[in-house]
């Protein structure tokens, strides 16, 4: 069973356009929620976190939604560029304990 | 400037072979993570350590221990394998002990179980 469900698996997006990825999760004692992104051969690197008392927060051309009564978040990229190709973890952590979703392959097309 | 430092970066093992993968970290962080990737399964906790002299179980401990020697490395060990733990495993460490900052990843190990 997993505790943090993202969508899509694949996603490819034109230059320019914005690569929406989302993640739910179930457990209401996640306190923190990072994004992480990945590019082959490499470990996780984080990009950008919230925390639940803000609805959003963005930083350069990346933006995360958060909704709370919804349990739900989600990663804007905008003008998205091929350097952002790279598969994207969205996370969240309680405790000392961090969970990963199942990852998203952004594929951005020149 | 070495961070995450984890060994081997590859191995194999036939199936009842024991090993540990290393890992130390050289920023005085508190907490450490043990996770493995898997593909369309994204990075799944093994265990963790919040503090020096403390371990947890993570998503899915079983087949694993762990060992945090000191308050720089953090030890996997596979008593067993078998050829589920074929897999990528990352270690982590995080200067927060309650989960909220930044986690620092090593590059890999990828371990291949016959």
New interface residues.
């Given amino acids: 069973q997993q505790?943090v469900k993202?969508s899509p698996?694949s996603l490819i997006v034109q230059k320019g356009g914005i690569s929406i990825i989302n993640c739910a999760y179930e457990n209401t004692a996640f306190?923190?929620f990072?994004w992480?992104q990945q590019f082959p051969?490499?470990?996780?690197?984080?990009l950008i976190?919230i925390?639940p008392d803000v609805s959003e927060k963005k930083e350069g051309r990346f933006t995360i939604s958060f909704n709370k009564s919804a349990k739900q978040f989600s990663l804007h990229i905008m003008d998205s560029q091929p350097g952002d190709s790279a598969t994207y973890?969205c996370a969240a952590?309680?405790?000392?304990?961090?969970?990963?979703?199942?990852?998203t392959r952004l594929s951005i097309r020149p | 400037n070495a961070g995450?430092t984890q060994t081997p970066k590859f191995q194999v093992l036939k199936t009842g072979q024991s090993m540990t993968l290393q890992c130390a970290q050289d920023m005085n962080h508190n907490?450490m993570?043990w996770?493995r990737q898997d593909p369309?399964?994204?990075?799944?906790?093994i265990y963790?350590s919040?503090s020096e002299g403390t371990t947890?179980k993570?998503?899915v401990p079983n087949g694993y221990n762990v060992s945090r020697l000191n308050k720089r490395e953090f030890s996997l060990r596979l008593e067993s394998a078998a050829p589920s733990q074929t897999s990528v495993y990352?270690c982590?460490s995080?200067p927060l002990?309650?989960?909220?900052g930044?986690?620092f990843?090593?590059?890999?190990s990828r371990l291949t179980v016959l």
């Fill in positions: 505790q993202q698996q306190d923190y990072p992480y051969g490499k470990g996780p690197a984080l976190a925390r973890f952590s309680s405790a000392s304990k961090i969970i990963f979703g199942s990852g | 995450v907490s993570y996770y369309g399964m994204g990075l799944r906790l963790y919040a947890d993570g998503e990352f982590a995080s002990r309650d989960g909220s930044e986690l990843f090593g590059e890999g």
